[in-house]
């Protein structure tokens, strides 16, 4: 019972946080907005469902046109208030899409962080630590780089490839490191180390051999939010909150980790197949989150290690504390980088803040043990 009021208390304060950021950032902008209107907009954008359907629409598979019954969902909004058209057309299309995007990011970002840091019982872990990252990088800068096409749409082939290389990396960490059906941590933060320098590697060459695309390739590994569209949500979103339900129910596994494999193993825990999942859920989520924002640093090493100290290292608090902690946090930097007089990535703010906090942390105190 008292975790349960720690966890609504939490989750409220942060998810009332959230809530503030999302209303300034979406009055920010080379035209400003008032915030009143700001947020009789984001309440107009609340619906409701009040029906479903199927409707015929034509799909896109491998460059071919295929039509298929697809189903489709009705919305009834909730509120009406009258704002401007103007406002609700910036606020809606051309800001509300960023926000939301680096809000699900940071989200996916910081869970996958919370995971990793317990998984290794190390709180200098992030998601990136097996490779996942390097991984994305590979197959985004060999899209830009390379004169080669996926059988997807245009505006799916770097995600995509990004997605592809990301799991493929955190696969390939794993196959390494297991032996007789047995994966040791230790091994596995080893193996990740190596794929990662050898991935970086494979990403120098390919930005030698990218010409005329160099550009592109350093702003995507720099990490952004500047092309988020609706589209970009929609790929990231069911990842995210289907991952998030699959580790939040298995965050009393978690819990039991920290006492180490053999104690877990005695105390009923199914330390391999509870160690595949985890792993497994963690980097589908950051490989998801990656393929379209580049790589962005620190969001899921610096927040949870934050919020670890802020509410301890129950997992069945932590997940949810950190994963809007790292929402807030994403759009509260991206919402700074697009604030100054040239828009900056988004990965170099957070690096920015992000290291240097970190350090002040070590310096200050001992960094939390697990």
Not at 104 to 126: E, H, K, Y
Not at 134 to 162: E, M, Y
Not at 360 to 367: A, M, T
Request: no cysteine; charged share 10%; glycine share 10%.
């Amino acid at each position: 019972m008292r975790d349960s009021a720690r966890v609504v208390g939490w989750s409220g304060g942060l998810t009332a946080a959230l809530a503030v950021v999302v209303v300034v950032s979406a009055a920010i902008g080379p035209v400003a907005l008032d915030y009143v209107v700001v947020g009789k907009v984001l309440l107009n954008a609340v619906a409701v469902p009040v029906g479903v359907g199927v409707a015929e629409r034509t799909l896109r598979i491998a460059g071919l046109a295929v039509s298929a019954p697809t189903p489709t969902v009705e919305f009834a909004p909730v509120f009406d208030f009258a704002v401007p058209d103007t406002a609700r057309t910036i606020v809606v299309t051309l800001r509300l899409p960023r926000i939301v995007l680096g809000a699900v990011v940071g989200f996916a970002l910081s869970t996958a962080g919370v995971v990793m840091q317990g998984f290794f019982r190390n709180p200098m872990a992030d998601p990136s630590i097996i490779g996942v990252s390097s991984g994305a990088a590979v197959g985004a800068v060999a899209t830009i780089a390379l004169p080669f096409a996926l059988p997807v749409g245009p505006h799916l082939a770097l995600p995509a490839a990004a997605f592809l290389g990301a799991v493929g990396a955190a696969f390939g960490v794993y196959l390494l490191a297991t032996e007789d059906g047995r994966t040791p941590v230790a091994t596995l933060l080893l193996a990740g180390v190596a794929v990662q320098t050898f991935l970086g590697a494979v990403v120098s060459f390919l930005l030698l051999q990218s010409g005329r695309s160099l550009r592109r390739a350093v702003y995507w590994l720099m990490g952004h939010l500047h092309l988020a569209s609706w589209a970009d949500v929609a790929m990231v979103l069911p990842v995210t909150l289907v991952g998030f339900a699959i580790l939040l129910a298995y965050a009393s596994d978690l819990n039991v980790l920290l006492l180490g494999e053999e104690d877990a193993h005695a105390l009923g825990v199914e330390v391999e197949r509870t160690k595949r999942l985890l792993l497994g859920v963690a980097s589908v989520m950051t490989g998801a989150a990656v393929a379209v924002t580049g790589v962005i640093g620190f969001v899921g090493l610096v927040v949870p290690h934050v919020m670890r100290l802020l509410v301890g290292p129950n997992h069945r608090i932590l997940l949810p504390t950190s994963a809007l902690a790292g929402a807030t946090f994403l759009v509260a930097t991206d919402t700074l980088a697009r604030s100054g007089p040239a828009e900056l990535p988004v990965g170099i703010v957070t690096a920015f803040l992000g290291a240097p906090f970190f350090l002040y942390l070590l310096r200050s105190r001992e960094v939390h043990a697990l």
